[in-house]
């Protein structure tokens, strides 16, 4: 696993059609798992991140406002928009790993035709997924306000950048 120092943080504001989340910064771990790409789910799942699935990423922008999600490439490349409409893209690789704060709204751009990714949530909440224009904007605020703080880093476990520096926003 690469160094824990290597994590980047990413703050999104609300576009008024994507809340994103107005505390918590996206965490990108760069290659964090790029010597165990295979393996991303069961590192997750280990540290109390559950409720996991392999697959891809929707190309609208959604976001889930009842949890955190952490999504790990395992395969492949993507360009993932973050932000909505007028956040940032981020062009990962297998092995890279990045921790989207409830309310943080995602779309894939473009993928490798080998493209593969693993998401999972924290203590393996069942979580929703809401779109632009679905009527319950407010409704997923409120909720995005009441999501707790994960008790573990999904890559790093109790000692990883996540439980360092979220509890600090």
Known sequence: MNDK?????????????????????????PGA???????TESVFNSHGWRN????????????HS????VLGVTQGTILIRLGGENGRSFDLKAGDVIVLPAGTGHKRITSSGDFRIVGA????????TRIENDGKREQ????????????????????GPLTKNWPNV
Do not use: C, M
């Open 66 to 69: 009842n949890t955190h999600e």
């Open 52 to 63: 996991s699935w392999e697959n891809g990423v929707f190309d609208y922008h959604h976001y």
């Open 121 to 128: 949530y924290p203590d393996g909440t069942d979580y929703n």
């Open 5 to 29: 120092r290597d994590a980047q943080f990413f703050t999104f504001e609300d576009d008024g059609i994507i809340p994103n989340n107005p505390k918590l910064p996206v965490i990108l771990y």
């Open 140 to 159: 997923a605020i409120e909720e995005i306000a009441h999501v707790p703080l994960p008790r573990t880093d999904p890559v790093y476990g109790d000692e």
């Open 33 to 39: 798992l790029s010597d165990r790409a295979e393996w």
